[in-house]
């Protein structure tokens, strides 16, 4: 509370009013203070406490300067009532050797002080406090040459010196990081926007698909399919679990069916969770789900587990023979193969290729050289 | 006998070979082929007692830089001793007596000789039917001598000859 000044309403060059909040009682700490049922504007470089419509008159009222605000926090307090309202704790910062007109209150023990309104504070204010706060407009101006600067002049030396440097280091981070923080959130309801956007816009093509010539509509499609799924299966849709891991079977099936083929009919369950949450972009899924998903699967994939314990995903028409006989080729071509030339050749994983080795091992097409020059395959000469 | 160079077969030369294989049949058909090898080896070199933990030719190919592990032998050998064709001597040492006949078929060819030639009832020393000049040109010619013996002792339960000690050294009257 001894951060307030008393001045007058008038606002500074290049202030603003931001919003206002009717009913706002100030607490000292956790202590009531006369500063009831006030008006408090904010503007972009102070809170000002006023009555009602002193602040609009030129009254002198109490302010606080935002950059005083360390952070903001909230508490739902309850009340008799009016049932459960939020409170806003404003945090401040340490106002030693900081020029400071007198106050209300010259000194307290509270590096804190509550705003609360009958109703609670509002979210609506709450947000804009934030945005302000981060909009950082009152710095601008202390870096204004015509103004004074006031943590300028106190330079200081020696070992308070320093630590004071470090201090200010550590809040500069502070500051940074949730910053930063901020801008991911700000992301992720972006994110979900522009997922929005691709749905509406790709209804309205469907709609009205003759307005468009068949090339732009193609290549608009394109573009929305590189944001990945456009309408991601979530688990929030459902009641059911079941009902909820087949769609998702369904949705593997759907976005993977096309690579599947191109890697010759078969991808490691890991492979497939990575494609599948790397097309869902945010709305991701668990390793556990996929599993269960594929387990259910009965369409034109399967989940088969190989006796090496490697999971795999593979197309329902694949055939063990086919791929017995063609390791054969290839063995037969190159006279001895190792696994990691089969997996580059073929342009799939080596534990895949490994496994194709295993099939044709069994089927009794190819058999094993294990030695100090490591494992590979020639032609079954011992049956031919 | 003539010290020629063994011909080894061409399975000797595949890599693969000296891997045991995972699968049944294939397995199968490889072991089929190092019994061959072996019989074939050990009766090249008139060689009854192999020993496993020997760094021989048999199991090791300089040529393509590939060997038969010791486990391994010892399966193929334990294979062989299940066709009687070989019998386990020394556990520790890891010695075998290989018959690339089985006692049974030497006994019977020992036998067909004694009859042919006509030394029935008459005593013949060990020495003699190993490596006298008569029986140059016949298959237990410079045979190992416990072989030669346990042959012998096979037909002696059927009641087909008799072995007697004479100072030290052994003889056989056939019937």
Redesign the interface.
């Known amino acids: 509370m001894n951060r307030f000044e008393s001045v007058s309403a008038a606002l500074i060059e290049g202030e603003t009013i931001v919003t206002k909040h009717d009913g706002v009682k100030i607490y000292n700490g956790h202590e009531k203070t006369i500063f009831e049922d006030g008006e408090l504007t904010l503007t972009t470089h102070r809170l000002v406490w006023a009555k009602e419509g002193e602040f609009s008159r030129g009254s002198n009222v109490i302010q606080l300067r935002l950059k005083l605000i360390k952070s903001l926090d909230e508490e739902i307090g309850s009340s008799m009532f009016f049932g459960k309202k939020k409170r806003l704790i404003i945090r401040l910062n340490d106002i030693t050797g900081i020029e400071k007109l007198p106050g209300p209150m010259d000194y307290t023990n509270y590096t804190f002080i509550k705003l609360s309104a009958p109703h609670g504070i509002t979210a609506n204010f709450i947000q804009a406090l934030n945005e302000t706060l981060m909009a950082r407009v009152f710095d601008i101006d202390s870096s204004n040459p015509n103004s004074p600067k006031v943590h300028k002049i106190k330079q200081r030396t020696g070992i308070l010196g320093i630590e004071k440097s470090i201090q200010e280091k550590q809040k500069q981070t502070d500051e940074n990081i949730s910053v930063a923080f901020q801008d991911l959130n700000k992301l992720i309801v972006m994110a979900k926007d522009m997922v929005n956007v691709s749905k509406a816009i790709s209804q309205k093509i469907r709609d009205r698909q003759s307005d468009a010539t068949e090339d732009e509509t193609q290549k608009f499609k394109s573009l929305l399919m590189s944001l990945g799924i456009d309408d991601p299966v979530t688990k929030e849709n459902f009641t059911n679990n079941t009902e909820y891991l087949r769609s998702l079977g369904n949705e593997i099936c759907q976005s993977l069916l096309d690579q599947m083929t191109e890697q010759g009919g078969m991808m490691t369950i890991t492979e497939v969770y990575c494609r599948i949450n790397r097309a869902r972009g945010l709305e991701l899924v668990s390793p556990e789900d996929v599993l269960n998903a594929c387990k259910l699967l009965n369409g034109p994939m399967k989940l088969r587990q190989y006796p090496s314990g490697a999971m795999i995903l593979q197309l329902e028409n694949h055939n063990d023979d086919q791929v017995a006989e063609e390791i054969e080729k290839l063995v037969i071509e190159s006279e001895s193969m190792s696994i990691e030339e089969c997996a580059r050749l073929k342009n799939i994983s080596v534990l895949l290729a490994h496994e194709r080795f295993l099939i044709s091992e069994n089927a009794g097409k190819i058999c094993r050289d294990e030695s100090v020059e490591g494992l590979r395959f020639y032609p079954n000469k011992f049956l031919a | 006998m003539t010290e020629s160079e063994f011909d080894f077969p061409?399975?000797y030369n595949?890599?693969?070979f000296?891997?045991i294989?995972?699968?049944a049949?294939?397995r199968k058909?490889?072991f089929l082929?190092w019994k061959e090898l072996i019989l074939a080896y050990a009766k090249h070199k008139n060689q009854a007692i192999i020993n496993i933990n020997d760094e021989s030719e048999l199991f090791h190919n300089n040529k393509i830089?590939?060997t038969l592990d010791r486990e391994s032998r010892e399966m193929i050998l334990n294979e062989l001793c299940n066709s009687s064709n070989a019998a386990r001597v020394n556990k520790n040492t890891g010695t075998y007596e290989i018959y690339w006949l089985t006692i049974e078929e030497w006994s019977n060819v020992i036998y067909t000789y004694a009859l042919n030639s006509g030394m029935t009832n008459s005593v013949l020393t060990f020495f003699e039917l190993l490596n006298g000049d008569d029986s140059k040109d016949q298959e237990f010619h410079q045979l190992n001598e416990q072989v030669f013996m346990k042959a012998l002792k096979h037909l002696e339960t059927k009641g087909k000859c008799e072995i007697m000690e004479i100072d030290g050294s052994f003889g056989v009257k056939f019937f």
């Open positions: 061409w399975e595949f890599p693969p000296f891997t294989q995972k699968h049949e294939t058909q490889q082929r830089n590939r």
